[in-house]
C-alpha cells in the first residue's frame, strides 16, 4: 500500500480552498493515517480581479451555497468586501514551515480571513497570528522582507505550476487528482479509487513467459 498522502495546493484568498479545506480535514478524521500535505499557489500574483465584477458576483453566489450545503462556518462576503493580498500570508507560511508551525499558521491565516473577515495583508493581522501560533511576530515581519523567504515562496509556486496545477484548491492522492471544492464524499471516493487500485497492482497472478510456463 502506497503512503496515505492527500496534497492540496491552495490559496489563503481562495474561498473554495477555505471550504475544500474544512472537507480535507474532515476526511483526514474518517481515514485513519491519512497525512495531508499543503503546497501553496499565489492565486493572483498580479492583484485581486474586480471585487465589484459580474464573476465575483457569481462566485460569491457559489461560496454562499457551498457553505451552506457543507455545514461550513465562514463569511462569504470577504471575497468582495476584504479582498486581501495573500503573498504577505505566503511568505509567512514559509517561515511557519521552518519553525514547526505551518499547520497552526495555516489555520490561524484561514480563520482569521475567512471566518473573521480580517485583511491578511496587514501586518498588525499577521502579528497577531504569529501570537497565535507562538512565532515570534517581529521575527516573521523580518521574513516577510527578506528575499530567502521570497526565493523559497517563488520555488514553491513554479514547483506547482511544474505540476500542471492551473487553479487552487486541487487535490493529489497518488495519480488520481481533482479539482476545486469537492465534498467530502467525492475526496473519500478519490482515495478509496486509488487505493483498490493499488491493491489490485500488487496483486500477482501466475503467467507464462518467454521461457515457458
Known amino acids: 500500500m502506497q503512503e496515505q498522502k492527500l496534497v492540496v495546493y491552495s490559496d489563503f484568498i481562495c474561498p473554495f480552498c477555505y471550504i475544500g479545506k ?28 474586480d471585487a465589484k465584477g459580474p464573476y465575483m458576483k457569481q462566485a460569491l453566489e457559489n461560496v454562499k451555497y457551498l457553505a451552506k450545503e457543507y455545514g ?23 517561515f511557519a514551515k521552518e519553525h514547526g508551525a505551518e499547520g497552526s499558521y495555516r489555520d490561524a491565516v484561514f480563520h482569521a480571513y475567512w471566518v473573521e473577515g480580517k485583511d491578511i495583508a496587514e501586518d498588525h493581522v499577521l502579528r497577531e497570528v504569529a501570537k497565535q501560533v507562538n512565532l515570534d511576530p517581529v521575527k516573521l515581519l523580518e521574513a516577510i522582507e527578506n528575499p530567502v523567504y521570497h526565493n523559497k515562496l517563488r520555488a514553491s509556486i513554479h514547483e506547482a505550476h511544474a505540476n500542471g496545477i492551473t487553479g487552487v484548491p486541487t487535490y493529489r492522492y497518488g495519480d488520481m487528482e481533482t479539482v476545486g471544492a469537492q465534498p467530502l464524499e467525492n475526496l473519500k471516493k478519490m482515495v478509496e479509487i486509488q487505493n483498490d487500485k493499488e491493491q489490485l497492482n500488487n496483486q500477482m497472478g501466475l503467467t507464462c513467459g518467454p521461457e515457458g510456463c
Not at 43 to 49: F, T
Open 22 to 49: 474544512v472537507n480535507a480535514e474532515r476526511l483526514q478524521q474518517e481515514i485513519p493515517g491519512l497525512e495531508l500535505e499543503w503546497k501553496e499557489f499565489e492565486l493572483h500574483p498580479e492583484g485581486q480581479p
Open 72 to 94: 461550513i462556518e465562514m463569511r462569504p462576503e470577504v471575497l468582495t468586501e476584504v479582498t486581501s493580498d495573500s503573498r504577505k500570508a505566503l511568505l509567512g507560511f514559509e
